[in-house]
């Protein structure tokens, strides 16, 4: 079959495009003809090896894809050749599709059977291959991370034939509330400044509005629990500068008791014995890249710096929601004048 592969990581200049054989269909897996494949954020990042995962070469690029079954294995039922089918692109005890195994740009795909998705007549080619990450991603933050219930209220930011995009709106399940971020958090100047840190994270990654209008202007940027521990010690004091010029306290008094709160804990990074406690600085911010992490808004790259990571595209749109907020706007400001020195 005819393919596109990468020997080595690199640029678009690493793609080859030629003959490779075709998959083996075992007896519990069907072989598709790829009808259309679709390519998402991380396909660059596998390329380029941004992240820590060990891809194995060369590798053939591709998370998303579709067509129809040309041979099946002998312990498969409820597929035949023919059928129009997608599949899920994580394959327990393989990894992720384009990632650890080979990917969709390519003429055939081996599947196991258990990955299949089958096609509604209605559904094109084009529209199916693009569903499986990008939707499932949302799916499972919303049945999973926000739980989302009968009776929530949540925000349309966007709706097509395939799918609707939910964002935050005050009282509903995506909203971020300083009280209950990190639940665990003994005290409530403990809950103010993971709230903080995330308000600085989020202006880490988009140091101004045109950022936040630019699509792709998140992708690649990286951070650090080192950088932000730093970085939201210079941001506090600049809000301490300001505080003369304006009344911090009439807009956002959880913000004011926070950053007072952070200077405070400005030199404890970690405890004696060289460990981080989760009421340091270090702690809490490495706690909320964790979380950021956990939700799919960041890509963890390594160890470095007390941990590296590489903000999505996906961190976008959540920043957005937070735009309008009195206190992001005070941070904001101030990040503006705070220098960002990326690792």
């Known amino acids: 079959m005819r393919a596109i592969r990468f020997h080595e990581h690199g640029g678009p200049e690493q793609l080859r495009y030629g003959e490779v054989p075709d998959p083996v269909c075992g007896p519990e897996d069907v072989v598709i ?8 954020g991380f396909e660059p990042m596998i390329l380029g090896k941004t992240t820590a995962l060990k891809t194995p070469l060369p590798m053939i690029p591709g998370g998303d894809g579709c067509g129809e079954i ?12 023919g059928d129009r089918v997608g599949f899920h692109p994580f394959v327990p005890g393989e990894g992720m599709t384009g990632e650890t195994r080979p990917g969709t740009c390519c003429e055939l795909v081996r599947v196991p059977a258990d990955r299949l998705i089958r096609l509604p007549e209605e559904l094109g080619f084009e529209a199916a291959a693009a569903l499986p990450i990008a ?21 349309l930011l966007g709706a097509t ?12 399940v995506f909203a971020m509330r300083l009280s209950d971020y990190r639940r665990q958090a003994s005290t409530v100047s403990d809950r103010l400044c993971h709230g903080l ?18 699509r792709d202007s998140v992708v690649g940027v990286r951070l650090s629990v080192h950088r932000m521990v730093d970085y939201l010690i210079d941001l506090c004091r600049r809000l301490e500068e300001s505080a003369g010029d304006h009344d911090p306290e009439a807009a956002s008094p959880e913000l004011a008791e926070a950053w007072r709160t952070i200077l405070a804990r400005a030199q404890t990074r970690a ?9 340091t600085l270090a702690g809490m911010v490495a706690h909320a890249l964790e979380a950021l992490e956990e939700g799919g808004l960041l890509r963890r790259l390594g160890d470095e710096e007390g941990g590296t990571y590489q903000a999505l595209g996906s961190y976008r749109i959540q920043v957005r929601e937070m ?9 904001h400001g101030a990040a503006a004048r705070a220098p960002r020195e990326e690792g």
């Open 33 to 40: 003809r790829i009808k259309a494949a679709a390519l998402n």
């Open 70 to 81: 040309v041979a099946v294995g002998a312990r498969v039922e409820g597929w035949r050749v």
């Open 135 to 155: 939707y499932g991603t949302a799916l499972r933050m919303m049945t999973g991370r926000g739980a989302v219930r009968s009776g929530d209220r949540v925000l």
């Open 161 to 172: 034939e395939h799918g609707l995009v939910l964002g935050a709106e005050d009282d509903g």
């Open 197 to 214: 840190i995330q308000l600085a994270v989020a202006a880490w990654c988009f140091p101004t509005a045109q950022y936040l209008e630019e």
């Open 271 to 279: 405890t004696s014995d060289g460990r981080r406690a989760a009421n």
């Open 323 to 331: 735009a309008a907020l009195p206190a992001f706007q005070l941070v």
